[in-house]
């Protein structure tokens, strides 16, 4: 599995980014796969933003960002998303897209994902 992480950029507070991480697989479905998106501010460790569970349409949200971002999925082009809306300052990180094949209760632990993409920066102005 490969993963490429695309969309970032400068915004300002208020704006919106949608994020897309294209998922490469040799004849399987991204709806078979747990996927995730995570975010690495400068000197701060890697945290949790959103996940889409394997085989459902359950998604999960961090508290920092409910209510703002969305994860969804496209299963026909094999692509996941995270729509941001109402950005702010404090959501200026590298952000990351990770997959792991089965569903784990520890998803908001980065450890408990296999694979990542390469990141995409999130800047936002004041």
């Known amino acids: 599995v490969q993963l490429q992480a695309s969309g970032g950029g400068l915004v300002q507070t208020g704006g919106s980014l949608r994020l897309s991480c294209a998922v490469s697989a040799q004849s399987v479905s991204i709806y078979s796969m747990s996927m995730s998106w995570f975010r690495q501010a400068p000197g701060k460790e890697r945290e949790f933003v959103a996940a889409?569970?394997?085989?459902?349409?359950?998604?999960y949200h961090a508290d920092s960002v409910k209510g703002r971002f969305t994860i969804s999925r496209d299963n026909a082009k094999n692509t996941v998303y995270l729509q941001m809306n109402n950005l702010n300052p404090d959501d200026t990180a590298v952000y990351y897209c990770a997959h792991r094949w089965y569903w784990t209760v520890a998803y908001y632990s980065s450890s408990q994902w296999n694979t990542w993409g390469q990141g995409t920066l999130v800047t936002v102005s004041s």
């Open positions: 889409i569970r394997s085989t459902s349409s359950s998604t």
